[in-house]
């Protein structure tokens, strides 16, 4: 069975953030499955009332699921700073305010960790795939850096800008979209989906 086959001829984007669309349908390119958003389609959103990365990106897709008729698929991504209990995790969006000013984000995140030497963080981002009448299939992925200040870099979104991966010069926020996408947290996540769509075929 081919991805078109197991995910039909429209896929839905359970996102109204459109970085993260652009970041998502860039993925989605080889699959030849066109990709439409909840924005788009102007899909309710749910309120996030899971406790992990995961069981948000559930709820997103099977409300956009539900909604449309059509395969969705979800993202829920943060930023985790161990330094900071895990901060801000599941709420990393919520730092950004009702505006979603990530510049304000980014500096409450350098304010709250002050002095401390511990500048480890790490990017996770769960994907869930919902299609009507079929149980949910959740897709994870990580990828590890340090917190940098000042931010750098206008490209890319949220905290990219403060975001060194280990093993880079480049912060998220500096890197060439094909060559984030090549290591990011969702790349990661979307090459267990696409191990997933390959053992079906």
Same mark, same amino acid.
Not at 83 to 89: R, S, T, V
Not at 190 to 197: M, V, Y
């Given at each position: 069975?081919t %991805?078109? #086959?197991l995910?039909?001829?429209?896929?839905?984007?359970?996102?109204?953030?459109? +970085?993260?669309?652009?970041?998502?349908?860039?993925? !989605?390119?080889?699959?030849?499955?066109?990709?439409?958003? %909840?924005?788009?389609?102007? !899909?309710p959103?749910p309120?996030?009332t899971? @406790? /992990?990365? %995961?069981?948000?990106? #559930?709820l997103?897709a099977?409300?956009?699921?539900?909604?449309?008729?059509?395969?969705?698929?979800a &993202?829920?991504? +943060?930023?985790v700073?161990?330094a !900071? &209990? +895990? #901060?801000?995790?599941i709420?990393?969006?919520r *730092?950004a305010?009702? &505006?979603? &000013?990530?510049?304000?984000?980014?500096?409450r995140?350098?304010?709250? !960790?002050? $002095?401390?030497?511990?500048? @480890?963080a790490?990017?996770v981002?769960?994907?869930?795939?919902?299609?009507?009448?079929?149980?949910?299939?959740?897709?994870?992925g990580?990828?590890?850096?340090?917190?940098l *200040?000042?931010?750098?870099?206008?490209?890319g979104?949220g905290?990219?800008?403060?975001?060194?991966?280990?093993?880079?010069? $480049?912060s998220?926020? $500096?890197m060439?979209?094909?060559?984030?996408?090549?290591?990011? @947290?969702r %790349?990661?996540?979307?090459r267990d989906?696409?191990? *997933?769509?390959?053992? /079906? $075929?």
């Amino acid at each position: 069975m081919t %991805a078109r #086959a197991l995910l039909g001829e429209r896929l839905v984007i359970a996102s109204h953030n459109p +970085g993260k669309v652009r970041e998502i349908e860039a993925l !989605l390119t080889p699959f030849g499955i066109e990709v439409v958003s %909840a924005g788009t389609l102007e !899909l309710p959103e749910p309120e996030e009332t899971g @406790h /992990t990365f %995961a069981e948000n990106a #559930a709820l997103k897709a099977e409300t956009a699921a539900e909604s449309s008729g059509l395969a969705a698929l979800a &993202d829920d991504s +943060g930023l985790v700073v161990p330094a !900071l &209990d +895990g #901060a801000p995790g599941i709420y990393s969006a919520r *730092w950004a305010g009702p &505006d979603k &000013d990530f510049s304000h984000a980014m500096e409450r995140v350098n304010r709250e !960790l002050g $002095e401390s030497r511990d500048r @480890h963080a790490y990017f996770v981002c769960a994907l869930a795939l919902a299609r009507p009448g079929e149980e949910i299939r959740i897709f994870e992925g990580r990828v590890d850096g340090v917190l940098l *200040w000042p931010p750098r870099g206008e490209r890319g979104f949220g905290y990219d800008p403060m975001f060194l991966p280990d093993g880079r010069s $480049e912060s998220f926020g $500096e890197m060439d979209p094909a060559e984030k996408h090549a290591i990011s @947290h969702r %790349a990661r996540a979307f090459r267990d989906l696409d191990s *997933w769509l390959r053992k /079906t $075929e």
